[in-house]
């Protein structure tokens, strides 16, 4: 699944790039989101644990998730136009 495989991608990325990682893993992730394939609960703490896991700070993880999930959401293409 989606979200299990960025939230990996998350947890190993490497110092200086992890909160780029958390930002475009997110974003891969909140089409599924805007889609309501997966609730934008269960996306944030998947990645708020992630995040933290790799060393960013949980008010950078949260700020970014947010910032993530909302671009996400707003720019979403509907689910026939992305297959």
Request: one cysteine or more; glycine letters at 2%.
């Given at each position: 699944?989606?979200?299990?495989r960025?939230?990996?991608t ?6 200086g ?7 475009a ?5 909140g089409?599924f989101?805007a889609w309501g ?7 944030e ?6 995040g ?7 008010a950078?993880?949260?700020?970014t998730i947010r ?7 707003r720019t979403?293409?509907p689910?026939?136009?992305a297959?």
């Open positions: 699944m989606a979200l299990e960025e939230t990996a998350v947890r190993s990325a490497q110092e790039a992890r909160n780029a990682q958390l930002l893993s997110v974003r891969a992730v089409r989101v394939d997966i609730p934008r609960h269960v996306a703490e998947a990645f708020q644990a992630a933290e896991t790799s060393g960013l700070s949980a950078e993880c949260r700020a910032s993530a999930l909302d671009w996400s959401i979403a293409r689910r026939p136009a297959a």
